[in-house]
């Protein structure tokens, strides 16, 4: 073989090798430009997915903040409302007594509730007080009862007040208890 023949195997061989080194290297380098994008890639994955989960609590958060104060500010509405309208009710009760306290049956309702005071002292004695209001029904009441009454010194609305000291009892019929009973229930 001649010089040139072997210098061309030679090269053709040495190029071969080249080649195959290079492909390899190229392999070797794609493989870890792919590696190295994976993991790039989880990363970021995983950094998105955690300033995801970061927001959506912060907006949670805001959301809840909001709720809190709308369901206060409602609270709020409803408990001016409730308010309102329990003082308007009041005031048409207060009326509405007022103008009952003019009526006959008034004068029947003071009258039963005399007596069932007179039936719960039974012997004993009983201080029975009627609202200074009332003072002009005294005699009356007193001819239809036959009971001892008492103007009270203390207006008490209407109704009436009586006391059992010795069985240490107070019978309370008044109006402005009956009101104070109603507005602790509303």
């Known amino acids: 073989m001649q010089i040139e023949e072997k210098l061309e195997v030679f090269r053709n061989f040495t190029i071969e090798v080249a080649r195959k080194e290079s492909e390899q290297q190229i392999a070797e380098y794609e493989a870890?430009?792919?590696?190295?994008?994976?993991?790039?890639?989880?990363?970021?994955?995983?950094?998105?997915?955690?300033?995801?989960?970061?927001?959506?609590?912060?907006?949670?958060?805001?959301?809840?903040?909001?709720?809190?104060?709308?369901?206060?500010?409602?609270?709020?509405?409803?408990?001016?409302?409730?308010?309102?309208?329990?003082?308007k009710l009041f005031t048409e009760v207060r009326a509405l007594l007022e103008e009952y306290q003019r009526t006959e049956s008034y004068w029947e309702y003071l009258a039963a509730k005399i007596k069932m005071s007179l039936e719960v002292a039974g012997e004993e004695e009983a201080i029975i007080y009627i609202n200074?209001?009332?003072?002009?029904?005294?005699?009356?009441?007193?001819?239809?009862?036959?009971?001892?009454?008492?103007?009270?010194?203390?207006?008490?609305?209407?109704?009436?007040?009586?006391?059992?000291?010795?069985?240490?009892?107070?019978?309370?019929?008044?109006?402005?208890?009956?009101l104070e009973q109603e507005e602790t229930y509303l």
């Not at 009441?141 to 009586?162: C, H, M, N, Q, W």
């Open 32 to 87: 870890s430009c792919h590696q190295e994008v994976e993991t790039y890639r989880q990363q970021k994955l995983a950094e998105m997915e955690h300033k995801i989960r970061n927001e959506e609590q912060r907006i949670r958060r805001q959301m809840n903040s909001k709720l809190s104060r709308e369901m206060l500010h409602q609270k709020r509405i409803l408990d001016e409302c409730k308010r309102t309208w329990r003082e």
């Open 132 to 178: 200074p209001s009332d003072e002009d029904k005294k005699a009356e009441l007193e001819k239809r009862t036959k009971a001892a009454l008492t103007v009270s010194k203390i207006d008490f609305g209407g109704g009436i007040r009586a006391v059992i000291r010795s069985r240490n009892i107070l019978i309370d019929e008044s109006f402005v208890t009956k």
